[in-house]
């Protein structure tokens, strides 16, 4: 297989690079720290027995995350252009076909159906803010606390006001375009994130069962681990680093030539794991002393740990400090959610920024209408409900499933099989900077592993 040699400037003038190395790290943490890293991964961690699970979650950060991390990464480099235009433009230079783009097509539906919902999620941390501040928490009991929730979710008026709150927020610093849009927000939010969750840790270690906190989280307990929860750790890993979901390539498009792909995939890859770790510690600690459940499963943010913050000294500031740690998070996700599709509106029509950015953000605006509706009003209706594997489940569901379990392990696993399979090797190494051993470990990881640990993923999915 040849490949003509890429033009390394092509687009880069008018559409800008990141001004550092540290800038696409910021951008690419922000897009990976998300509600995954301090909702899901305690909570699963919880449910899977602690230390054992996440040594797992390591590994496969290790062998699945990374590698197709810095596909990714490549595809958009090599591209210069959104991430479907960047797929088509490697796959000519390595004679292979057009049509290997349906990954990144996938990645970006997916993304733009995943802001719809996850900024209705986002618009509950934000109205939490208030409610921790206010001290509606405080003296709480289970039954108390439950009803904030559940009138929350009842009140489709109040779900779209905090709904568009968040997706314009999302939209506004998405409009200002790279460098006074998302490079100064990342560059903002991320370190206030990082300090908002030392405090809370700092906060954790008041309650007395922080040694606790640190035990479940690094030691090891294999007896507690079962393959269902090694499948769980492989597909965390997965999702937790924004993959399948085009954005990687999207940002991977603004990044100079001059940036080491591996070690930034690496660094990336060490600032989300550390985030995640960093949430454990903060939540177990207030879990245990308030003899509540580990395992707690998705109600632990919104139910289980306002009834904590409510029932300890200096709750109501430490509970707000905890919610807008969570709409941060659930901010630079959303961010990087719709980054793709704006780049791809703004490349394909005479659109400016601010426009593109508009009508793609009030697209998913507009459909996440549907989402909070079918948390009320629709809560009744399951559109496949006739079929067993779906009965019961809501528009909500529905959309989380088939995107989660459907559109980003087979957006993902596309990427891994074209790079791994369809790029000149010699491509690859001169893009990503690796010889020897490094480059070796890398390939046969994106050509081997990493596609028959997603399809495990995939499969798994499909029949849990």
């Known amino acids: 297989m040849t490949q003509s040699k890429p033009e390394p400037t092509q687009g880069s003038g008018a559409r800008g690079l990141w001004s550092s190395r540290l800038a696409f790290i910021l951008a690419a943490t922000g897009s990976a720290v998300g509600l995954g890293n301090v909702w899901k991964f305690p909570y699963v961690t919880g ?99 439950g009803k904030i929730f559940g009138d929350l979710l009842a009140s489709p008026v109040e779900l779209l006001i905090w709904h568009t709150v968040f997706m314009a927020l999302v939209i506004w610093v998405v409009s200002r375009g790279l460098k006074g849009g998302l490079e100064r927000a990342v560059t903002i939010l991320m370190p206030a994130l990082f300090l908002l969750l030392l405090a809370v840790v700092g906060y954790a270690t008041t309650t007395g069962h922080f040694g606790e906190a640190v035990s479940f989280l690094f030691t090891p307990n294999f007896g507690a681990l079962t393959v269902k929860g090694v499948l769980v750790a492989l597909g965390h890993a997965f999702f937790t680093l924004s993959l399948g979901m085009a954005i990687m390539m999207a940002y991977g498009s603004y990044l100079g030539n001059d940036v080491n792909i591996a070690r930034t995939a690496v660094s990336v890859a060490i600032m989300d794991t550390v985030v995640a770790l960093l949430a454990g510690l903060a939540i177990f600690p207030v879990v245990f002393a308030n003899g509540l459940e580990a395992g707690a499963g998705p109600g632990l943010i919104f139910q289980t740990l306002p009834l904590a913050f409510g029932n300890m000294p200096m709750g109501s500031l430490f509970g707000a400090l905890f919610f807008i740690l969570l709409l941060f998070a659930a901010w630079t996700s959303g961010i990087s959610l719709l980054e793709p ?20 953000g009030g697209a998913c605006w507009a459909l996440g209408i549907v989402s909070i509706l079918s948390l009320n009003v629709w809560s009744d209706v399951t559109p496949l409900g006739m079929f067993a594997a779906f009965e ?73």
């Open 341 to 360: 599709v704006v780049e791809w509106v703004e490349e394909k029509t005479s659109l400016g920024r601010t426009a593109s950015a508009s009508l793609a």
């Open 392 to 464: 019961g489940k809501t528009i909500f569901d529905l959309l989380d499933y088939f995107t989660a379990n459907i559109m980003l392990p087979l957006s993902g696993l596309l990427t891994a099989l074209f790079v791994g399979w369809c790029v000149a090797r010699e491509s690859l190494k001169m893009d990503l900077a690796l010889d020897g051993g490094a480059f070796a470990l890398w390939f046969n990881l994106i050509r081997y592993v990493s596609p028959v640990a997603v399809v495990i993923v995939f499969i798994y999915n499909l029949t849990a």
């Open 47 to 145: 449910e899977n027995g602690g230390g054992a699970f996440v040594l797992v979650y390591l590994l496969c950060i290790a062998i699945i995350g990374i590698p197709i991390m810095m596909a990714e990464v490549f595809i958009g480099r090599n591209g210069r252009h959104n991430p479907i235009a960047s797929f088509r433009l490697v796959a000519e230079r390595n004679l292979a076909k057009p049509a290997w783009r349906l990954s990144a097509i996938i990645g970006m539906l997916a993304a733009f159906i995943i802001l719809s919902f996850y900024s209705v999620i986002g618009g509950w941390a934000a109205s939490y803010i208030g409610h921790a501040a206010a001290g509606d928490f405080t003296g709480g009991t289970a039954d108390s606390v």
